[in-house]
């Protein structure tokens, strides 16, 4: 048996340092980014620090995506930091859009302060002659360079991505969800016609739904935005939505069909196979560590983070519960074999024989830490031949035989993943509806979800919306019924349901 | 037989555009990056563009590295870009040695300009209070997070890593070897004792020297320097020196004992076991895509690049030379199993069938890449079941049974790698040797190579020497005889010879 009495004690002592989603959603947040040690504000103004663990998170998500990336024919390279202001302000609605959050780099030196020991002051005569700009996204850079690389047909396709940090000064901040500085990953492609950039803009939202879907267990809806939320410079926005458990909406990634705009303003034409001139095609997309938000507030729950397998950096964590040296060799010498053929599935295990920590501090450790899969071993199991599995997605304890635990530890990771992709797939099902009265829209919005509701096209009745509600269009669904209707709020006509919801 | 008329005419064609080292190594160098498109200049001052080819370079050099961390207990996290001006200048050393070299953001808005219809200006009302400088390394910043982390012996050792991009306003910029923005990675570590500090500060050259060595094939010389080559802030300079093929000495990595002083600066102190108060050990290490512009001077010849197998993205490419689809089809049935074959083995291959490129055109396109073996098998190797291999190294080109390519290959894999260290090796060797007489030494100089000569200690001596020589002490060997002596210069005494010459 195993001294569950003293994790019953430890588990309610570290999860009562969590604010229950019910009490305040916000802070539950950062509550569990606290406690699961994902991340953390530093002291530079709107920037975060990312812990290990939650980077170990990042790269995994990061892993998985490049593949993906590079499987669909993209390759990696990497661009400057510095977008010089003469660059920047060359696509202007590109340049109007991020004007204002644009973190301007105007000199190039130090000097000690004369009036004040081991102080330093700017060099006034290290003046930059033309500012630069900290990249809030990079195509004037990469387009700026584009120029010289493309002179016909044959230098195209280009499909690169970028693995970067950006900067976009952001006046009211969140861990991961909106942050000055961020991390992403910027793909940035030139075609010879227009058809083949739409195809790609499709293909790499098409990626991101997959991932999302497939790695983070987060079911997302494809479509397009509408254009007053369209990216600065594109001519079409598709994008992911999902929901979170608050049933607010949260942008999980971007693909832009970005027309001729850039490669107009920056001049960048291409001959075809008849020697015609033509300006090329552009596409970019992008996903964040915005991520990690989306992750953490589509599974985790009041006890702590919740991870699915895919991207968890420990998949299971297995604790042996011991008096004395020989107790714990015993506990090694069951247990070795079992961690050597779990991890020939490729499965990442942690044994945990810290002696520092008590078997229930562990417990509660990984249970806010969300490992998927924790197992308990202690003298009475080894006499018996069995091991305690706990599941973190639905708190479920099991006692197993031990020969068995291997098989069943293998089937849970797909269990795991998958339960926690259906659970949240059926929240957002509960929560998102048709709706045709504005009415009756702005007294459910308050609470929350996902509103399938026609809308007449214009950017007046979106405000309009906007200031009365606080809910904005997330998207025009790709996918579903093309109903005509009319317009909740005008009764104008419309072609088509968009979807209206709250969000990050 | 293959069409090698085709191949002589094209190569040369090829080669035509690089510069002979003996003519000029520095043009030679830049054209080596431009043939194989590794990087190129961007027109942001100082800054470059990592191309698609030269980047995958650097994700094997990084994936190894990681690696190697990783194994030696490391974990990766991310600190922000910015370093707000009174953390900078807290430890005031190295305060003291970049604050000549920093990027200063000063303002986080841009504005219409009112004057000039479509461009931009810094907003003059967005001023920070105070001034962000853009990370020239992290110490700063990361030390000022240890402080919340650390408080008792129990939360150490820390042992992180990050991957990042850093500036420093270089006057003179080179592509890879001194770039304004560069990309590296960079080790923070804090200990509870000296000793585990200093244990550490090593292991971690030696990761460098294991990794340069092993991987980039590049043999190195693991030394400390002297005190005024140290790093800003350290009590003592670990390094690797690798002699490049003009004979000058290139710093490839750096690994630093920082003693109490960034614990000082900011104040994190933590009670040991006793409860007694004490400031925390720190070291911090780092390498950079300077390892590219190393691993290019340190093997390719005139004919472009030279890549060890063990970095090379691609290790094996294959040209297929025929005549119409038939020919091509019989082609690929033969080379698919062979294919299938290495890339079982681990082997990365290209078969490169494009249709708009002539054999010679490929081959010399590799040759100018690096690609470490070549292989080409046209319709008359088909009928003799032989297929042509060539090697990048030697240059060596033998026709073998097809039979045996995937074991051949395999083994010339390692033996690439080996004979690419062994010839680094050797070229060293006869390029360092012992030197008693100043006078000797200013001629011998002249040309390069690495002096082993005997320093009496003063940064007078080595200020004087570099002066006339241009010649620094490139580092004080780890390894080798402690003989006694005279200075060369000063004739003072001696404890033991160190290494001068002149570097990158």
């Not at 102080?119 to 700026?144: F, G, M």
């Not at 739904?209 to 497939?214: G, I, L, P």
């Not at 069995?386 to 291997?406: C, F, H, L, P, Y």
């Amino acid at each position: 048996m195993l001294s569950l009495l003293k994790v019953t004690k430890t588990i309610p002592k570290m999860a009562e340092k969590i604010t229950k989603r019910a009490d305040d959603y916000s802070k539950w947040y950062n509550d569990i980014i606290k406690i699961a040690e994902l991340a953390e504000h530093s002291d530079v103004r709107g920037c975060m620090v990312i812990k290990p663990y939650g980077f170990a998170i990042w790269e995994k998500i990061k892993d998985h995506l490049d593949k993906m990336f590079k499987e669909t024919g993209h390759q990696n390279a990497y661009f400057p930091l510095f977008v010089p202001k003469s660059l920047f302000e060359a696509e202007e609605k590109n340049a109007e859009g991020f004007a204002k959050e644009c973190a301007v780099v105007t000199h190039y030196r130090l000097k000690n302060d004369p009036d004040n020991a081991g102080k330093l002051i700017v060099d006034p005569e290290a003046k930059l002659e033309e500012e630069l700009v900290i990249r809030p996204t990079s195509e004037a850079v990469i387009w700026n360079t584009y120029k010289k690389w493309i002179q016909s047909y044959r230098d195209l396709p280009i499909l690169i991505n970028q693995w970067a940090n950006v900067v976009r000064w952001e006046m009211r901040t969140r861990l991961f969800l909106r942050t000055t500085e961020f991390l992403w990953q910027e793909g940035h492609t030139a075609h010879a016609t227009k058809d083949e950039a739409i195809e790609e803009t499709e293909k790499m939202i098409n990626v991101y739904a997959t991932f999302a879907e497939k790695y983070m267990a987060m079911p997302v809806i494809q479509g397009l935005k509408s254009e007053s939320e369209r990216f600065a410079g594109a001519v079409e926005t598709y994008c992911i939505e999902a929901m979170m458990q608050d049933k607010k909406a949260l942008q999980a990634g971007t693909s832009h069909f970005l027309g001729q705009n850039f490669a107009k303003a920056f001049d960048v034409k291409f001959s075809d196979k008849e020697g015609k001139l033509d300006y090329v095609w552009a596409t970019s997309w992008g996903v964040s560590t915005r991520l990690m938000g989306a992750l953490i507030m589509t599974h985790s729950d009041d006890q702590g983070l919740v991870l699915p397998p895919a991207l968890a950096p420990i998949q299971v964590a297995i604790v042996p519960i011991y008096k004395g040296e020989e107790q714990l060799e015993q506990i090694k010498t069951k247990i070795t074999p079992v961690i050597e053929q779990l991890q020939a599935k490729g499965i990442s295990v942690k044994f945990d024989d810290d002696d520092n920590r008590r078997p229930g501090w562990k417990f509660a450790e990984y249970e806010a830490k969300g490992v998927p899969v924790r197992l308990a071993i202690g003298p009475r199991d080894l006499e018996n031949g069995q091991i305690e599995v706990a599941r973190r997605d639905t708190q479920e304890k099991t006692t197993i035989s031990i020969d068995t635990v291997v098989e069943h530890v293998n089937v849970l990771m797909e269990e795991i993943q998958n339960n926690l992709f259906k659970k949240a797939d059926e929240f957002r099902h509960a929560n998102i509806e048709k709706i045709d009265s504005y009415e009756e829209f702005k007294i459910k919005i308050k609470d929350g979800g996902f509103y399938l509701a026609h809308w007449d096209g214009t950017a007046e009745t979106e405000e309009r919306v906007k200031q009365e509600t606080k809910a904005t269009i997330r998207c025009i669904p790709l996918e579903g019924e093309k109903e005509e209707g009319k317009c909740m709020v005008t009764g104008k006509p419309s072609d088509q349901r968009v979807i209206f919801a709250k969000a990050y």
